[in-house]
């Protein structure tokens, strides 16, 4: 059965509680993530995103900081593999093509890759680990013409 929902960006101070609670129970509870890194302190710089059911429920989070850096895509366990996440990236790719960036990028786990690719990432850079779990930066060039190919010859210091 499909699930309804809409993803809209929100403002953190007003959402705060609410993406918090999603993100503790993926990353925090059922991850087992570190709270230091989950909590890192720069949300108040992130433009937000979220997914909510049609009663108001919260179901999904992203962010993304001034960079364009993507990260903190959280969805709850009964919501997975309907959409949610891919409608979450979607929102975050839009918002960075309003603030004209020209590529934006996200550190992956590598059982992720195939997801992100299909969403027209590529990667950038090498296997590393993070809370004990490889990752692989995974990048996004953006033109006025849609999606374009990523060239890391072309990759902002930043994503280094």
Same mark, same amino acid.
């Given at each position: 059965? #499909?699930? *309804? /929902?809409?993803?809209?960006?929100?403002?953190?101070?007003?959402?705060?509680?609410?993406?918090? @609670?999603?993100?503790?129970k993926? /990353?925090?509870?059922?991850?087992?993530?570190?709270?230091?890194?989950?909590?890192d302190?720069?949300?108040?710089?992130?433009?937000?995103?979220?997914?909510?059911?049609?009663?108001?429920?919260?179901?999904?989070?992203? *962010?993304?900081? #001034?960079?364009?850096?993507?990260?903190?895509?959280?969805? @709850?366990?009964?919501?997975?593999?309907?959409?949610?996440?891919?409608?979450?990236?979607?929102?975050?790719?839009?918002?960075? *093509?309003?603030?004209n960036?020209?590529?934006?990028?996200?550190?992956?786990?590598?059982?992720?890759?195939? /997801?992100?690719?299909?969403?027209?990432?590529?990667?950038?850079?090498?296997?590393?680990?993070e809370?004990?779990? #490889?990752?692989?930066?995974?990048?996004?060039?953006?033109?006025?013409?849609?999606?374009?190919a990523?060239?890391? *010859?072309?990759?902002?210091?930043? /994503?280094?």
């Amino acid at each position: 059965m #499909p699930v *309804r /929902f809409t993803v809209e960006e929100v403002c953190w101070k007003d959402a705060a509680e609410e993406l918090s @609670l999603v993100r503790e129970k993926v /990353f925090i509870a059922e991850q087992r993530l570190p709270r230091r890194l989950e909590l890192d302190g720069r949300d108040c710089e992130c433009r937000h995103v979220q997914a909510r059911l049609d009663d108001g429920t919260v179901i999904g989070t992203g *962010r993304m900081l #001034p960079s364009g850096h993507i990260g903190h895509i959280a969805v @709850l366990l009964p919501y997975r593999g309907k959409g949610v996440g891919k409608a979450l990236l979607a929102k975050l790719v839009e918002i960075a *093509r309003q603030e004209n960036q020209s590529s934006i990028y996200l550190d992956c786990p590598l059982a992720d890759i195939l /997801f992100y690719e299909s969403q027209h990432f590529a990667p950038a850079g090498r296997v590393f680990m993070e809370a004990g779990i #490889p990752h692989r930066r995974m990048a996004l060039a953006l033109n006025n013409l849609g999606y374009g190919a990523f060239d890391a *010859r072309l990759m902002p210091a930043q /994503f280094g």
